[in-house]
């Protein structure tokens, strides 16, 4: 067995304990409560935002033990981290709070204008039209919207475990297919529309209104099975004396700047130093008008990118078995399987090394990307925006933790109306 061999069992066995440590963070944070010598490690080993950066870190310290120091470089070298550097930027300016008070502003009064309780309403809204809105905006930034705007209306109050958790799971199914009515908002679909001369016409017409369907009826279902505990909780009207008390009117310039901010970096997506660039004008622009600022979530942000730029160092190893998986499966396999690989895996990186197989015809192409989108809400690793939902939300759970198995069981239905939307539809 040569080394490069011995390298990609090695990197396979510790994405493997990768996968296993998700699912364990919540036993971790157990421990980092009862435990008094050593609370500290046991709670870094229990962020999920961590655990692929850590095992990212086993894997290039392998590769030097086992080959070489400046192969391990060199591996590291050779990876794409465009995708968790423009994660970090467009979460922290959609974070902003010119940006999000716009988002919350539009949500209620479409809100009011609904003939139904203002919590409904909003509810829903929160679980549609912000999906949705990801296909402009990107499903980064339409997640941290949802999910802070989800946190300081519901996740806040005094709702069960059965709720945030049901919340949780559509929320992730939706922004993961809601992005697809454009080439450049969802992850999986960034990966291979350029190459595949997917643009904005074809994924409107064969992918967008079959996903803007399942999200509708995702976000039906839910807010009427909760319904009448949603009922119960009290929104403060936007207008009112309480609201402008709390939340100072934005001026309209520097909304728009904000929003100059975000469309170009989504324009210059592929170009890390040019978006890069400018989210360094944005932060001296938010000190200057630091007035209109809220604290920046740039620690979420960093943790998020960290979470993903694991993902891409261990995935870079994860080809010579995937691949080969892909290649040998028809449409309606390759739908499932690989709605089944997506959980376990980041379906960007899933699409990306479909793309990769040559041959596929449109049907498979169509299955692949497909069933990647359907199952990005499974797990936290499943889709790129899900840690930035994990880590805005995680606090309003029982001991600050989400539990993995939780997630998965919530996303199951929702999951199961976006398969039908895409395979019946």
């Not at 350029?194 to 369907?213: L, T, Y």
């Not at 839910?222 to 949603?230: D, E, G, S, Y």
Request: aromatic share 12%.
């Amino acid at each position: 067995m040569d080394n490069t061999q011995l390298i990609n069992y090695v990197g396979a066995a510790i994405f493997g304990l990768a996968v296993l440590h998700t699912f364990s963070t919540k036993h971790f944070l157990h421990l980092a409560h009862t435990s008094k010598n050593h609370a500290g490690l046991w709670h870094l080993l229990g962020e999920v935002e961590v655990v692929f950066g850590f095992w990212a870190l086993v894997l290039v310290g392998c590769i030097a033990v086992l080959d070489h120091q400046k192969a391990a470089i060199s591996y590291i070298e050779s990876q794409n981290f465009t995708e968790p550097l423009f994660v970090f930027v467009i979460l922290t300016i959609a974070g902003t709070k010119p940006i999000l008070q716009s988002v919350q502003n539009l949500v209620s009064r479409i809100a009011a204008i609904l003939p139904v309780n203002p919590a409904v309403s909003a509810y829903f809204l929160c679980l549609s039209l912000v999906p949705l809105l990801g296909s402009l905006v990107t499903e980064p930034a339409a997640m941290t919207l949802a999910a802070l705007m989800l946190r300081d209306r519901f996740y806040t109050k005094d709702i069960s475990q059965k709720l945030k958790y049901a919340t949780l799971g559509v929320l992730f199914v939706n922004i993961s297919i809601g992005g697809v009515l454009t080439p450049f908002a969802a992850p999986p679909v960034l990966m291979v529309a350029e190459k595949w001369g997917w643009d904005i016409r074809f994924m409107s017409s064969v992918f967008g209104w079959k996903a803007a369907i399942a999200v509708l009826i995702n976000a039906l279902i839910i807010t009427m099975v909760f319904r009448k505990q949603l009922m119960t909780i009290k929104l403060a009207v936007v207008g009112s004396a309480s609201t402008n008390a709390t939340h100072a009117p934005v001026p309209f310039a520097v909304v728009l700047v904000h929003y100059l901010f975000l469309g170009a970096t989504v324009v210059f997506a592929h170009y890390p130093a040019v978006f890069m660039g400018l989210f360094l004008f944005f932060l001296g622009f938010t000190e200057a008008y630091q007035r209109y600022q809220d604290k920046l979530m740039l620690r979420e942000g960093l943790l998020v990118a960290f979470f993903l730029a694991g993902l891409v160092v261990l995935g870079g190893k994860q080809q010579w078995w995937l691949q080969p998986i892909l290649a040998g499966m028809d449409s309606t396999v390759l739908f499932f399987g690989s709605m089944g690989l997506t959980a376990i895996t980041d379906n960007a990186a899933l699409t990306y090394l479909g793309s990769l197989v040559s041959g596929l015809s449109d049907g498979a192409k169509y299955a692949l990307v497909a069933g990647a989108v359907t199952g990005g809400g499974l797990t936290v690793i499943a889709n790129a925006p899900n840690p930035a939902g994990f880590a805005i939300l995680k606090e309003c759970f029982d001991e600050q933790a989400i539990s993995p198995l939780g997630l998965m069981i919530s996303a199951l239905i929702p999951t199961a109306v976006a398969a039908a939307c895409f395979l019946m539809l």
